[in-house]
Antibody
């Protein structure tokens, strides 16, 4: 059974750096074709893809946010980490990690973690 | 950037009725389009990938069609658990990123 779970702070202050961890099971990110993405959703709004890392450690970022994002993986721990710098109240959202295969559709999602940016 | 437009924004229907949801792309995405269902407080769930393929465990009442710029998600007969928000998503211009549509809410009439 494939599962993903996000973890990280529920509250960050403006200008701080957010670090989120996605811990997964049921697949290996060293297996050819496997990918993990981060996707966010502000309250009451649509989904926004942020970043993807693949089995070959290639990394891809949203054009609009790429200067603020870093994605990395620890294959031995089955974890993917996302950092987002210079947080702003508009970054308040539920952050999801999700698996895809060969940059296909997101077939398995974590439950999401709500992050509020406020002083 | 490829922009996805979904219509209608809200669809009010009764259980048992047929739901037809539209997703239009600003340029061709070939068949690289997926549909997701999201219920309040839950993560999205993949329904359809590559325009017309049902994901694992998705009931046959859900079907997808289309290619190029115009796509449709059809729910043949609404069950009570189908009232939710539905998003389309494209990946055709990878690696330039993925984009989601704004969503269609299917609510109970």
């Amino acid at each position: 059974q494939v599962t993903l779970r996000e973890s990280g702070p529920a509250l960050v202050k403006p200008t701080q750096t957010l670090t989120l961890t996605c811990t997964f099971s049921g697949f290996s990110l060293s297996t050819s074709g496997m990918c993990v993405s981060w996707i966010r959703q502000p309250p009451g709004k649509a989904l926004e893809w942020l970043a993807l890392i693949d089995w070959d450690d290639d990394k891809y970022y949203s054009t609009s946010l790429k200067t603020r994002l870093t994605i990395s993986k620890d294959t031995s721990k089955n974890q993917v980490v996302l950092t987002m710098t210079n947080m702003d109240p508009v970054d308040t959202a539920t952050y999801y990690c999700a698996r895809s295969i060969s940059e296909g559709a997101f077939d398995i999602w974590g439950q999401g973690t709500m992050v509020t940016v406020s002083s | 950037e490829i922009v996805l437009t979904q219509s209608p924004a809200t669809l009010s229907l009764s259980p048992g009725e047929r739901a037809t949801l539209s997703c239009r792309a600003s340029q061709s995405v070939s068949s690289y389009l997926a549909w997701y269902q999201q219920k309040p407080g839950q993560a999205p769930r993949l329904l359809i990938y590559d325009a017309s393929n049902r994901a694992t465990g998705i009931p046959a009442r859900f079907s997808g069609s289309g290619s190029g710029t115009d796509f449709t998600l059809t729910i043949s007969s609404l069950e009570p658990e189908d009232f939710a928000v539905y998003y389309c998503q494209q990946r055709s211009n990878w690696p330039r990123g993925f984009t989601f549509g704004p969503g269609t809410k299917v609510d109970i009439k």
